[in-house]
C-alpha cells in the first residue's frame, strides 16, 4: 500500500494523496503547466520523492505541499493527509471572492452588450 522509499510520478501521487480527483486532471494539470516540483514545471511522468516540495493550481486555488512519504496507490484521506505537510496560504475569505454574475434562469442568449459588461466586472 505505502512505501517509504524511492520515487513515484508526480502525476500518480498528486492523485494518491488526494490533491486531484482523478489521475488524468492531474496529468492534465502537468501538461498546462499547473504543477511545479521544487520550482520547476513538469512533466506528468516526473519523479517526486521525499523533501520535494509540490505546487498546483487547481480550482482556482494555490496548494503547496512538502512530500513527506511516498504512496503508490491512492489511500483514504486520514493516511492522505499524512503524506504531506501542506504550506498554502488560507483560501481567501468569501467576501473577497468576486461574484461572478449570474444571469436569471430564462433570460435568453447575452446580448453583445451584456457581454461586455460582465467582462468589464470580471476584470477581462
Known amino acids: 500500500m505505502a512505501?517509504?522509499?524511492?520515487?513515484?510520478?508526480v502525476d500518480s501521487w498528486i492523485w494518491s494523496v488526494r490533491l486531484t480527483k482523478t489521475?488524468?486532471?492531474?496529468?492534465?494539470?502537468?501538461?498546462?503547466?499547473?504543477?511545479?516540483?521544487?520550482?520547476e514545471r513538469v512533466k506528468p511522468a516526473q519523479?517526486?520523492?521525499?523533501?520535494?516540495?509540490?505546487?498546483?493550481?487547481?480550482?482556482?486555488?494555490?496548494r503547496v505541499?512538502?512530500?513527506?512519504?511516498?504512496?503508490?496507490?491512492?489511500?483514504?484521506a486520514p493516511v492522505a493527509v499524512e503524506c504531506y505537510v501542506d504550506?498554502?496560504?488560507?483560501?481567501?475569505?468569501?467576501?473577497q471572492t468576486v461574484p461572478i454574475g449570474l444571469r436569471d434562469r430564462g433570460a435568453g442568449r447575452p446580448t453583445k452588450r451584456d457581454r461586455r459588461e460582465m467582462e468589464r466586472l470580471r476584470g477581462l
Open 87 to 95: 504550506n498554502s496560504p488560507p483560501p481567501p475569505p468569501r467576501e
Open 23 to 39: 489521475r488524468s486532471l492531474a496529468a492534465s494539470a502537468c501538461r498546462a503547466g499547473h504543477v511545479r516540483v521544487n520550482g
Open 3 to 9: 512505501s517509504d522509499e524511492g520515487s513515484v510520478r
Open 47 to 62: 519523479a517526486v520523492r521525499v523533501g520535494d516540495e509540490v505546487r498546483l493550481r487547481h480550482a482556482g486555488r494555490d
Open 65 to 76: 505541499v512538502v512530500v513527506s512519504r511516498i504512496v503508490r496507490k491512492r489511500v483514504g
